[in-house]
């Protein structure tokens, strides 16, 4: 079993920026690829980012490749989101997920998901 607790999340104007973490507890953390997806208001959950067990691989949704990184810290235990120039259409609420594999962006491959975080952008 896996707990997932996301922070970070808040309110920020048009062009800021925020760092999402995710604190992982339960199993070992690099056992598992890490990622982020996002459910905007009347929206469907959409991917976001994606990273291999030991950091060295990453995957990034076109929306928001050159303004958003992922990242790890398997000594901690914690999963990053290093949002940049945000924009009104990133106004969603942010899961981590662990999945045991395959490396994918597909949500059914997640077997773990957290609570969310919610990140607000205003104009």
């Known amino acids: 079993q896996v707990q997932l607790v996301e922070s970070g999340g808040g309110l920020v104007q048009v062009g800021g920026s925020l760092r999402l973490s995710c604190a992982s507890s339960?199993?070992?953390?690099?056992?598992?690829?890490m990622g982020w997806f996002r459910q905007g208001p009347g929206k469907e959950r959409e991917f976001v980012a994606l990273i291999s067990r030991f950091g060295r691989n990453t995957l990034l949704a076109d929306s928001v490749k050159g303004r958003f990184s992922i990242s790890r810290d398997n000594a901690k235990n914690t999963l990053y989101l290093q949002m940049n120039s945000l924009v009104p259409e990133d106004t969603a609420v942010y899961y981590c997920?662990?999945?045991?594999?395959?490396?994918?962006?597909?949500?059914?491959?997640?077997?773990?998901w957290g609570q969310g975080t919610q990140v607000t952008v205003s104009s």
């Open positions: 997920a662990a999945s045991e594999g395959p490396y994918s962006s597909a949500a059914q491959y997640y077997k773990y």
């Open positions: 339960g199993r070992i953390f690099s056992d598992y690829y």
